[in-house]
């Protein structure tokens, strides 16, 4: 008796299965039977005929249910699997060979999903970088700030040998603490895509001049030399200048600021399609293990000296966001001890 339940649960299963045919067989069994009608005159025939058509479709019906409830429990054990992280690879799930086609569809879903989840993870160990960092960059201003003052409330702020000079650092901490936070600002709209841009076609050639005179200061101070080697006269480039005068800046500020002596140039190579602008200095270089990093948020090749000369860590991760938002690509090449070289390209 248990033997025959079990096999009535099954066949009621198989044909529950079948259901989903079951128009199609209407519909061909109603022709079929209405042709006989018409060819047998016998009714024992006819009759005999007919019970076994629908006992055959039964039958056939309950194959294909079979078959069906089967492959629907390998999908399902495969989904079942790929939630419960049984499969390491997209190659350990297999289905049957008239399942291939969907058996390459979840393969191709479990590789994007494993994708998807290896991205959010190293996303939350950028963000948790990044928290940690920027937690670092601005105590260490705070703290500076702090110190100051507190050794001034302690009486030192009547001592003129240091009092002024104490305020001077805290002042210039003060600024540096100023620039982290809008660079952080403008870093986090950049990457929102919060920032609009205004592209319009400019004299690069004026537009440079500028920024070099107001460069000229800080060059002078260091003794370097700072030139600009111009285009060809009426070269117009496409770009917005407000956010390339921000990488133009960092990109020279950073040249002269590693640059012991020698000079800092700026040079426009006419393309047939872009201009192509580079900045060259005879500074001190970037090893080259750290060239492909020096993009990254508070990446400092030498932290000590970036510190002492200045710096949030982010002008450069501006740079890139900026001129990859002209659909381009800053380069770098650098020698140790010879000097660097950072060139784009703006659209004619």
Do not use: C
């Not at 649960?9 to 259901?19: G, Q, T, V």
């Not at 948020?297 to 982010?314: C, E, M, N, P, Q």
């Amino acid at each position: 008796m248990v033997i025959a339940s079990r096999v009535w649960n099954e066949i009621k299963a198989n044909l529950s299965s079948a259901k989903v045919y079951l128009k199609e067989f209407l519909f061909f069994n109603t022709i079929l039977i209405f042709i006989l009608f018409f060819l047998i005159e016998t009714k024992i025939i006819l009759s005999t005929l007919i019970f076994l058509i629908l006992f055959f479709n039964l039958v056939f019906l309950n194959a294909i249910g079979y078959k069906r409830n089967k492959e629907l429990n390998a999908i399902k054990s495969v989904i079942s699997g790929i939630r419960r992280n049984i499969f390491n690879l997209p190659e350990d799930i297999k289905l049957s060979y008239n399942l291939h086609s969907l058996q390459e569809e979840i393969q191709q879903m479990f590789e994007k999903e494993r994708s998807d989840i290896e991205y959010l993870k190293k996303l939350e160990r950028i963000r948790t970088e990044f928290l940690a960092n920027v937690s670092h960059e601005l105590r260490t201003p705070i703290f500076a700030i702090q110190g100051y003052i507190e050794t001034l409330l302690d009486g030192a702020i009547n001592d003129d040998r240091v009092n002024k000079n104490f305020l001077d650092k805290a002042n210039q901490h003060t600024i540096n603490l100023s620039n982290l936070l809008n660079d952080l600002i403008d870093i986090s709209m950049i990457e929102s895509g919060e920032m609009r841009m205004s592209y319009r076609y400019f004299n690069i050639n004026d537009y440079i001049n500028q920024i070099i005179q107001e460069m000229m200061p800080l060059a002078k101070e260091k003794k370097i030399e700072l030139i600009y080697h111009p285009a060809g006269e009426g070269l117009q480039l496409f770009g917005d200048k407000a956010r390339l005068k921000q990488a133009f800046v960092n990109l020279i500020t950073n040249a002269i600021k590693y640059t012991e002596q020698g000079k800092v140039e700026v040079l426009i190579e006419e393309e047939q399609k872009h201009g192509k602008i580079i900045i060259r200095d005879t500074g001190i270089g970037i090893p080259p293990e750290d060239i492909n990093r020096i993009f990254e948020r508070f990446y400092r090749v030498d932290k000590a000296r970036s510190r002492d000369i200045g710096g949030t860590g982010l002008g450069l991760a501006i740079v890139k966001h900026i001129i990859e938002a002209h659909n381009s690509k800053i380069e770098v090449k650098s020698e140790l001890g010879v000097g660097s070289e950072f060139s784009f390209r703006l659209k004619k």
